[in-house]
């Protein structure tokens, strides 16, 4: 069989990685080529992200790349969600991106709440509310000393697009969670435009363009590489990967946030959906992402973080001997979202006593086992949608103790893997738009149903 190889640029906020994935006789095979940490620094106030610096290990990747796998057809990029750079005039990136951990939007959102009540908002956008979506980021950019400067607002993996290929584009999937789309006619929403904009929309599958000069000298790529769009919302692109069966199926794409829902043919904006804070996001396809970010695995990274000499797989055996039942926090309150003192702030939240970091470990599972059980069932029941299995995708897949309780919280069915949907579903999207992979999503979902290692619990 001839193999394909799509290359793949997957950033989270605690790491990312460039990925070849190669498609031959129907399987698809993904090949880690270059890693490299991410995280939130302090830079003039604000907590940023190194982007610049995401930039260099995105070439250095794509060397080595071109090194293992010569026949490179296209390269797909995803990131995380809402956050951007402002480009001047020339094109020129103003400052480092500020994260969405920073806290920079309170007043904001005020100011725009004001201006559009949250239900006119949710009629608009169909977004459950979180304090950093694009929209009050954009507000409170107002009064940063670029603003004037500003002539383009580019989503982060837009912005890697524009340095590898000099094309300014906005992915739709991704401009989805800007909150200044307009939900049902899937283009920007005139009443709610910035002053400054982002580049017109483009969907996953075309061609962003072709490798810059520079890009192709610094990697060794062919010149003849496009860029192709997939869906750059990461979430976008592990949903795209579920190794599902049929349609009667939920997911949740777990990693430094949890994303828990189901896919829909089109929007629900009842207001129940919106009191339980459900938001519509644009799926690949024009399919909607029903789902809530509930709250994630930062709880523990951020935890570790100040245990430097105890490991996660220790810690997660120990919290596996610990009994049922014990204190819980509510994954989602925004008392988390900035970094720092993780153990101290779960402690001050959580309904018991929290005396080890095995305790705290075991604390974080069971709420976010709660939350995604909790969620799956408001998800069923807002949309009418039958759930027989609930798929959970990436890092979190393969926390067994994370998918057992799920099992058991929810009385559903919980599938695990494939742990890299995210840049599974990255390069699957550039196959299909080369030819390599199947034309429906559902397609190429029964395929991933049968190749990937999957692991099943069923409810205790
Ligand atoms: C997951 C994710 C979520 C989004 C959050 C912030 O990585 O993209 O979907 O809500 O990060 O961008």
Same mark, same amino acid.
């Not at 620094?41 to 090194?67: C, K, S």
């Not at 829902?261 to 024009?286: C, H, I, M, Y």
């Not at 998800?379 to 057992?404: E, K, M, Q």
């Given at each position: ?220 790529? !062919? #010149?003849? $590489? ?5 869906? &750059?919302?990461? =979430? +976008?692109? *592990?949903?795209?990967?579920?190794? %599902? ?111 080890? !970091? #095995?305790? $705290? ?5 069971? &709420?976010?086992? =709660? +939350?995604? *059980?909790?969620?799956?069932?408001? %998800? ?81």
């Amino acid at each position: 069989v001839s193999a394909e190889v799509f290359g793949a640029v997957d950033i989270g906020a605690s790491g990312g990685r460039v990925v070849a994935g190669v498609v031959a006789g129907g399987r698809t095979t993904l090949h880690v080529v270059h890693r490299f940490p991410n995280g939130v620094v302090t830079r003039d106030g604000h907590l940023r992200w190194d982007f610049t610096g995401l930039y260099r290990e995105v070439l250095t990747g794509l060397r080595a790349l071109a090194a293992a796998f010569p026949e490179v057809v296209s390269i797909g990029i995803d990131t995380w969600a809402v956050d951007y750079g402002l480009l001047d005039e020339d094109g020129t990136l103003l400052a480092e991106p500020v994260s969405y951990r920073d806290g920079r939007t309170a007043q904001a959102v005020e100011r725009v709440h004001a201006r559009t009540s949250p239900e006119a908002l949710y009629a608009i956008n169909g977004l459950q509310f979180l304090p950093f979506t694009t929209l009050y980021q954009l507000e409170a950019e107002r009064s940063s000393p670029w603003w004037d400067e500003a002539a383009h607002v580019v989503l982060l993996p837009d912005l890697l697009a524009y340095w590898l290929t000099g094309e300014l584009r906005t992915e739709i999937t991704n401009a989805s969670t800007t909150g200044l789309l307009d939900v049902r006619t899937r283009t920007w929403a005139p009443e709610l435009a910035a002053d400054v904009p982002f580049p017109p929309l483009q969907e996953p599958g075309e061609v962003r363009g072709l490798l810059r000069p520079e890009v192709v000298a610094a990697t060794g790529l !062919p #010149a003849t $590489t496009p860029v192709t769009s997939v869906g &750059s919302h990461d =979430t +976008a692109s *592990a949903v795209v990967a579920l190794p %599902a069966d049929g349609s009667r199926f939920a997911y949740v794409s777990s990693g430094t946030w949890s994303l828990a829902g189901v896919e829909l043919p089109g929007p629900v904006l009842s207001a129940r959906a919106r009191e339980l804070n459900f938001t519509n996001e644009g799926g690949v396809d024009g399919r909607t992402r029903f789902l809530r970010n509930v709250g994630g695995l930062w709880l523990l990274q951020e935890s570790l973080r100040e245990w430097p000499d105890r490991d996660l797989p220790t810690l997660l055996a120990e919290a596996e001997t610990l009994p049922p039942g014990g204190p819980t926090v509510d994954v989602d309150d925004p008392a988390f979202i900035a970094p720092g003192d993780m153990p101290n702030r779960i402690a001050a939240a959580a309904t018991g006593p929290l005396r080890t !970091p #095995a305790e $705290t470990v075991r604390c974080v599972l069971d &709420s976010l086992a =709660t +939350a995604y *059980a909790r969620t799956i069932d408001q %998800a069923a029941t807002l949309t009418g949608h039958d759930v027989d299995v609930i798929h959970i995708v990436g890092g979190g897949s393969r926390n067994d103790l994370l998918c057992r309780l799920t099992a058991s919280l929810s009385g559903r069915r919980v599938t695990a893997g494939p742990v890299e949907a995210t840049a599974l579903g990255n390069v699957l999207v550039q196959a299909r738009a080369h030819g390599a992979a199947p034309a429906t999503l559902e397609a190429i979902r029964a395929t991933l149903a049968t190749t990937e290692d999957i692991r099943h619990y069923d409810p205790a």
